[in-house]
């Protein structure tokens, strides 16, 4: 599965704002639900946010109310809006199936610190 990239990461300071963009094949795009993850060392990799070929979403308790996924159907891309970003959303965050299916891509390094 090469055929999902996640972009956009980046260093924010602590209530700061990052989109993050995961551009998939339009195979992908019209046939899965989409989810951004996020690991960070030592931990589990955990689902934040998800988006369904209808467009419903639905979030991780840690994030509901200051992320926002969407799909640009004309794009294939599913985008991570987050706002009030917080050092503890910190992590590489990576997009796939939900569930999750294939390999894994590189991910994009979020960091949140002043």
């Known amino acids: 599965q090469g055929q999902i990239v996640e972009s956009g990461g980046g260093l924010v300071r602590p209530g700061g704002s990052l989109s993050l963009s995961c551009a998939a094949s339009a195979e992908i795009f019209s046939t899965y639900t989409l989810g951004w993850y996020r690991q960070v060392p030592g931990k589990q990799r955990e689902l934040v946010a998800r988006?369904?070929?209808?467009?419903?979403?639905t979030y991780a308790d840690s994030v509901k109310g200051r992320f926002t996924i969407s799909r640009d159907y004309a794009k294939n891309t599913v985008y991570l809006q987050m706002n009030s970003l917080k050092p503890e959303d910190t992590a590489v965050y990576y997009c796939n199936l939900v569930p999750a299916g294939g390999d894994w891509g590189q991910g994009t390094q979020v960091t949140v610190s002043s």
């Open positions: 988006v369904t070929l209808s467009g419903w979403t």
